[in-house]
């Protein structure tokens, strides 16, 4: 039983490692090189590592033909080949700037440049560890809301526990290397989602013993949590929402698929477009989808629109409150 026990836990191990190289590879690496560490630290058992070496090494080679079959190269990501065409910040810090290259479009040239800030940022000391201090802030306040407060409060006994170590180590792992990548989002931080639970949960363990020695902590901070989760849920339902162009989006595609036929919809954006409202992505195979999205390219769309000879053609302003699709009855330019 004991032999089987050790075996699933290797599977899952394995398939956990799995799901990270094909959803955060970086940070999944660095995040399986600590877990994997700690247990040979810990068991010197390096047999048992060999169901999760298998798991991963099957789920490896169809990360690897998939790279291949998008790249033409196995051992080239698609994000690799995205970076070679559009971006001019570099991934690293030590990293130089990428040479502009030449954009076609307006909206997607803007989008490159803006990163271009998060890049100077790195240009001082106090800008590098204003940036830091953001990350972890984010991250934290991401996960845990108002119940940050927890962790920092416990910090002096989350350190002394051996059973808390490695969920601490892999925290300060993750955000370590991501202290090293100069573009940050929330889900960067996504491998350490459940450390970061499993840590604020047992802070509130820690809270709750303790108002047997007398501290009174606990009596609050406790019976708060969950009450304070359930707030935060509530809000979330019920709270005014911002309404997001790309539900336009979605009810266009909904009434042109409608309508029947094939479609060709080139998008405009205002002046003061956020690439998060991004309106043109299409199918693996783009040429076979009922409705196909593309930006606006000026004197160009007439080549794309005879490219596509067989669509009916529509242009839609997706910056308009509300946004306009109208179909095309003249020049597009």
């Known amino acids: 039983m004991e032999i089987r026990r050790r075996r699933l836990d290797s599977l899952v191990l394995g398939l956990g490692l799995m799901i990270l190289a094909n959803s955060r590879p970086y940070e999944g ?11 040979l630290f810990r068991t010197r058992r390096l047999r048992q590592l060999v169901p999760a070496a298998l798991l991963f090494a099957g789920g490896l080679m169809g990360t690897l ?6 790249t033409g190269s196995p051992l080239r990501m698609p994000s690799d080949l995205y970076g070679d065409q559009y971006a001019i910040v570099p991934l690293f810090v030590w990293q130089n700037l990428r040479p502009e290259p030449v954009f076609h479009n307006g909206a997607v040239r803007d989008a490159m440049r803006s990163c271009t800030a998060d890049y100077e940022r790195y240009g001082s000391v106090t800008g590098v560890v204003r940036t830091e201090a953001w990350k972890v802030a984010s991250a934290a306040n991401f996960f845990l809301g108002p119940l940050v407060v927890l962790p920092l409060l416990m910090l002096p006994w989350i350190i002394r526990s051996r059973k808390l170590r490695p969920l601490v180590l892999c925290c300060a792992g993750v955000f370590a290397g991501n202290a090293a990548v100069i573009p940050f989002e929330i889900h960067y931080a996504a491998p350490i989602a459940c450390a970061v639970v499993a840590l604020n949960t047992y802070c509130l363990r820690l809270l709750w013993i303790a108002r047997r020695y007398g501290n009174p902590i606990g009596d609050y901070l406790v019976p708060a949590a969950p009450v304070m989760v359930l707030a935060m849920c509530i809000h979330s339902i019920v709270g005014p929402k911002l309404k997001s162009s790309l539900e336009e989006r979605s009810a266009t595609e909904a009434r042109l698929r409608g309508l029947g036929g094939k479609h060709l919809v080139i998008v405009r954006y205002g002046n003061t477009h956020s690439p998060a409202n991004e309106w043109v992505f299409n199918g693996p195979e783009i040429d076979s989808e009922n409705v196909v999205w593309a930006r606006d390219q000026g004197e160009r769309n007439d080549e794309l629109i005879r490219y596509y000879g067989d669509r009916a053609v529509w242009i839609a302003e997706a910056d308009r409150q509300p946004a306009t699709v109208v179909p095309v009855t003249g020049p597009t330019r």
Do not use: D, N
């Open 65 to 70: 033909y998939y790279f291949y079959r998008v």
């Open 29 to 39: 690496f660095i995040l399986g090189v600590i877990v994997i560490g700690l247990f």
